[in-house]
């Protein structure tokens, strides 16, 4: 059965940092792409970031650029997202999402976990 | 980036068909064959139904179908059956990158 886990949300200061984790299972990890999406509290859907299956291709929103740092660690089968220099814009719901191929070139997005969320406020 | 144009809402009695519209540019949507949907239920993650313009996911409904012209995507669901009730978004790829739709609610009369 395929699992995303996200963990890492939380409540923190403007400025501040976090980092999101997700945890795969129930899948070949190293042979698929991943993609982070947002929602704002009673928002739409946002794309913030995505990675190719090897992990050497990176893409992110404007909105995250320079901010935010996407990886994944094939011997933990785990995907992260580094969110630096936090703003109270960034406050969503963080989902990892499983891409239905290899190279981000997206036809769309198969499996999501269940969503963590990072609130941003002093 | 701005994000793909759908109705707020939409709303049909059972058995009914609707068609939910998406409009962006000829930079995203009509680039690309590379339009999915996302079915959402309140407090829950999103749903893959359609991807590649028009292919369902095994286990996804033949009541969902999607296609596109142009600059517009559409995403029909025949039979509008009670559970089909939730948040619907478009998405398409474009320039290394995605972009959503602004949402629809669906709501079964």
């Known amino acids: 059965e395929v699992q995303l886990v996200e963990s890492g949300g939380g409540l923190v200061q403007p400025g501040g940092s976090l980092r999101l984790s997700c945890a795969a299972s129930?899948?070949?990890?190293?042979?698929?792409?991943f993609t982070w999406v947002r929602q704002a509290p009673g928002k739409g859907l946002e794309w913030v970031s995505a990675i190719s299956g090897s992990g050497r291709n990176t893409y992110y929103a404007d909105s995250v650029k320079g901010r935010f740092t996407i990886s994944r660690d094939m011997s933990e089968n785990t995907l992260y997202l580094q969110m630096n220099s936090l703003r109270a814009e960034d406050t969503a719901v963080y989902y990892c999402?499983?891409?239905?191929?290899?190279?981000?070139?997206?036809?769309?997005?198969?499996?999501w976990g269940q969503g963590t969320l990072v609130t941003v406020s002093s | 980036q701005s994000a793909l144009t759908q109705p707020a809402s939409v709303s049909g009695s059972p058995g009914q068909s609707i068609t939910i519209s998406c409009t962006g540019t000829?930079?995203?949507?009509?680039?690309?064959?590379?339009v999915s949907w996302y079915q959402q239920h309140p407090g829950r993650a999103p749903k893959l139904m359609i991807y590649e313009g028009g292919k369902r996911p095994s286990g996804v409904s033949n009541r969902f179908s999607g296609s596109k012209s142009g600059n517009t995507a559409s995403l029909t669901i025949s039979g509008l059956q009670a559970e089909d009730e939730a948040d619907y978004y478009c998405c398409s790829y474009t320039n290394s990158r995605e972009v959503f739709g602004t949402g629809t609610k669906v709501t079964v009369l």
């Open positions: 000829s930079s995203d949507v009509g680039s690309y064959n590379l």
């Open positions: 129930g899948f070949t990890f190293s042979s698929y792409a």
């Open positions: 999402a499983k891409s239905l191929t290899y190279y981000y070139d997206s036809g769309g997005c198969d499996y």
